[in-house]
């Protein structure tokens, strides 16, 4: 009786939970986008499977009700679904897929039916959006900017693919960008009625790139309400392109009628994401006013269609807007901006410009109004992107509308995360995270990874990795510690512009102090079983740590990280950045350049490294990590280089992800276990 007892309660209970991994991460259900229909009741959203036998992504539609009901997947074609839209009519669901050998706009029923193609076009569509009549739609594609017309590229490629030679000759910057090679082509705006028709082209010789690269896409432009009037984000400088932030809104009629028109003929640093107000009365948009600074604060500007008349709602406020959308009433807008560690959502009052928090703990990444709230799609350090409901006020707090990984996270354990604070530079108050490992026991003595974030201009806060997740270490016996020194974003724009010209100096003063303070207030840290990892300015801090900070640390962990701060300027793509840090370029100001230069203290290394780049990062080139290598090899210290061939400034396929945390881990065990 009591072996049979026993038998049953074995078999009842819930099976053990197992320790996160990177095989748990990558197989992870990631949601990539979502619309929200224009009767608010229902959420259309593209969502990311990975399949490991391909070594890629595959991306479907799902659709689920307002309410969190409903449930359901839209497609199931062996290639990818992305980039939702509505029509007016809420009845179907524009989105683009390759189903017919490239990139086209198609159209699915919601009532039953199959999916029709609406688009034939010769080029690929790269983003796109429907006015709001349901009439027109406006697209990018790639074209040779003294093209016209779409069949002047495609004749042109196929011209080209016929030629032996593979001789590239450029006159002019950027020549590649991010891990892309030029060739000739720009991404312009074309609108085509949705019925078939002529092709508009709406940028005709314009040497810019609209949605810009290489991140942008359908945030980049938008259509007035009545239908007549497309306002898009270009960066039209010439020859300056390669050191100019000077983005600007541009508006053309949506027939094509006249040549574009500049906007913001006055700022010239960044203007991006406009948005119209319900009425087409309004225009707001994102702007910078420091020319040649990325990381400048985004104001969120309003203008008067009518009579041009522009101003600033957030002067007051010390925070960078981003993600704007309207109220349903014209009466406020509501944004995300880092804060403190988070990413929140907050609303500002057009008319006075006070700005409301509405949530702050977490991650929003994406957000719509409709008449009942906001939907948003939310993450934090213990949870990935999931869909959400909000009140308007942020009251009742956010309500789960899908759980698209819940069979996975109630199979692994996660670490418990903590915000602290500490005095850093100056006195002045600085933040970090660190989270404990799975299975704490506070009695036990656990290894250290000090994750150091890149940027500069960034952040480790409350948010689901899929690159760099506290997580994977914190499964693997480690405490995570992450410190938002200064220069990180969501704690003032005074903060944010310390570290320019000074990389090696409050930076590191706050990741010693930052240190030190974790050491104290957790005493189950082992002090003596310590690694440091960074990517890309976190790589560029690993290497100048080796030089002046190597004294706690066991390993260090350096991915695509500058060795040589006068050379990564010449090698570079976006100008403005270095020069902007650096207060000009190395012929005009040498001395900062070499102010804080890893490589003017190799003689000084001795800690053993781990070395890790992408061939096709073209912002932080492959030789400062064959560089960087070479003379860990040369002085004979313990390191090895991990080498992507195929990979940019981030690790992305699948297996490769896969090494990267293998080969990583095994380095931090070898010296700290």
Not at 251 to 278: E, H, Q, W, Y
Not at 284 to 295: C, G, L
Not at 384 to 393: E, K, Q
Not at 637 to 649: A, C, G, R, T, V
Request: glycine share 8%; charged share 20%; net charge neutral.
């Amino acid at each position: 009786m009591i072996a049979s007892l026993l038998v049953v309660a074995l078999a009842a209970a819930p099976a053990a939970k197992k320790p996160y991994t990177v095989q748990a991460q990558v197989a992870l259900k990631r949601i990539a986008g979502f619309r929200v229909s224009p009767g608010g009741d229902k959420v259309v959203f593209s969502l990311r499977s990975t399949d490991l036998e391909a070594n890629k992504g595959r991306v479907d539609l799902w659709l689920v009700n307002a309410d969190g009901s409903g449930l359901k997947q839209l497609t199931t074609n062996e290639g990818n679904e992305t980039d939702p839209s509505w029509a007016p009519d809420g009845k179907s669901v524009y989105f683009l897929a390759a189903r017919s050998g490239s990139n086209q706009l198609w159209r699915l029923p919601l009532e039953g039916g199959e999916a029709t193609q609406v688009t034939k076009l010769p080029l690929d569509v790269d983003a796109y959006i429907v006015s709001p009549d349901g009439q027109t739609v406006v697209f990018a594609s790639e074209v040779f900017v003294d093209c016209d017309t779409l069949e002047c590229t495609a004749k042109r490629l196929a011209e080209k693919s016929k030629v032996k030679s593979s001789a590239q000759l450029y006159d002019g910057l950027m020549f590649r960008h991010w891990d892309t090679w030029k060739d000739g082509r720009r991404a312009h705006l074309f609108a085509q009625k949705l019925s078939g028709g002529p092709v508009v082209n709406l940028q005709k010789k314009q040497n810019a790139d609209s949605p810009s690269k290489p991140f942008g896409g359908a945030e980049d432009f938008t259509i007035s309400p009545d239908g007549k009037t497309l306002v898009y984000v270009a960066r039209d400088v010439g020859r300056e392109e390669a050191w100019s932030t000077d983005l600007d809104l541009f508006s053309v009629p949506l027939d094509g009628s006249k040549a574009p028109t500049k906007l913001t003929t006055t700022n010239r640093a960044t203007d991006g994401i406009p948005v119209f107000s319900p009425d087409g009365k309004t225009l707001a948009y994102v702007a910078m006013s420091k020319p040649k600074f990325e990381a400048d604060k985004l104001r969120v500007m309003v203008r008067d269609l009518a009579t041009g008349k522009e101003r600033s709602l957030t002067d007051a406020w010390d925070r960078s807007a981003s993600t704007l959308a309207w109220s349903k009433d014209g009466k406020s807008i509501f944004v995300t901006a880092d804060d403190l560690g988070q990413h929140g959502v907050f609303s500002i009052d057009v008319t006075s410009g006070q700005v409301t928090k509405v949530i702050s703990d977490g991650n929003v990444s994406a957000l719509e109004v409709t008449a009942n709230g906001l939907i948003v799609l939310h993450d934090s350090l213990v949870s990935a992107a999931d869909i959400y409901s909000l009140a308007v006020d942020g009251k009742g707090g956010l309500k789960k509308l899908t759980d698209v990984n819940a069979a996975a996270f109630a199979s692994f354990s996660l670490g418990a995360p903590e915000q602290f604070s500490f005095k850093g530079w100056n006195d002045e108050t600085v933040y970090g995270y660190l989270v404990k490992p799975v299975g704490f026991d506070a009695k036990k003595k656990y290894p250290l990874a000090f994750l150091i974030h890149g940027g500069p201009q960034g952040s480790f806060g409350n948010h689901w990795h899929y690159r760099w997740n506290a997580q994977t270490y914190a499964a693997r016996g480690y405490v995570a510690v992450m410190i938002d020194f200064h220069g990180s974003t969501g704690y003032g724009q005074a903060f944010t512009d310390s570290i320019s010209g000074d990389w090696g100096g409050k930076p590191l003063e706050d990741l010693q102090k930052g240190l030190a303070a974790a050491l104290s207030k957790y005493p189950f840290i082992d002090k003596n079983k310590m690694c440091a990892l960074g990517a890309s300015y976190g790589g560029f801090m690993v290497n100048w740590i080796a030089g002046n900070w190597s004294e706690p640390w066991k390993c260090l962990v350096s991915h695509d990280g500058n060795l040589d701060e006068r050379f990564a300027y010449f090698d570079t793509e976006e100008l403005w950045f270095p020069e902007w840090e650096h207060g000009g370029t190395p012929w005009e100001n040498p001395a900062s350049y070499a102010k804080h230069n890893p490589i003017d203290h190799v003689a000084k290394w001795k800690t053993p490294m781990l070395v890790v780049h992408g061939g096709k990062d073209f912002r932080v080139v492959e030789t400062h990590g064959m560089s960087t290598f070479t003379a860990l090899q040369r002085k004979g210290i313990p390191s090895k280089f991990l080498y992507f061939p195929d990979e940019n400034h981030w690790v992305l396929k699948p297996h490769n992800s896969i090494v990267w945390h293998e080969t990583v881990n095994a380095w931090l065990d070898q010296w700290t276990k």
